[in-house]
Nanobody
Framework: QVQVVESGGGLVQPGGSLRLSCAAS????????ISWYRQAPGKQRELAAT???????NYPHSVRGRFTISRDNTKNTVYLQMNSLKPEDKATYYC???????????????WGQGTQVTVSS
């Protein structure tokens, strides 16, 4: 069993910052890549950031330069630093971790329950 839990969401004013955390626990053998997704009300879920095991990152144009994804390997925790937040960043943010639970297992995606981010004055 693997558990993925996000935290750090909340209400912030436009131009402000938040740091989201995503903690993975349980039967983790190896992590391959980690992604943050977000879903605004009435919209489809979209990618917000990706970090590969090699340390490569990818961001959509909408957040590039404002969001930074990082990882603490010692804690199996992933972060999403969000700066210069805009009202359109309001969404539920989800963490997805692609990992193996054993050497012979297939890599699978494990999702958290989401954390709400609201950007409003």
């Amino acid at each position: 069993q693997v558990q993925v839990v996000e935290s750090g969401g909340g209400l912030v004013q436009p131009g402000g910052s938040l740091r989201l955390s995503c903690a993975a626990s349980g039967n983790i053998y190896s992590i391959y890549y980690i992604s943050w997704y977000r879903q605004a009300p009435g919209k489809q879920r979209e990618l917000a950031a990706t970090l590969t095991s090699a340390g490569n990152t990818n961001y959509p144009h909408s957040v590039r330069g404002r969001f930074t994804i990082s990882r603490d390997n010692t804690k199996n925790t992933v972060y999403l630093q969000m700066n210069s937040l805009k009202p359109e960043d309001k969404a539920t943010y989800y963490c997805s971790i692609n990992l193996k639970t054993s050497p012979w297992a297939l890599a699978s995606d494990y999702w958290g329950q989401g954390t709400q981010v609201t950007v409003s004055s």
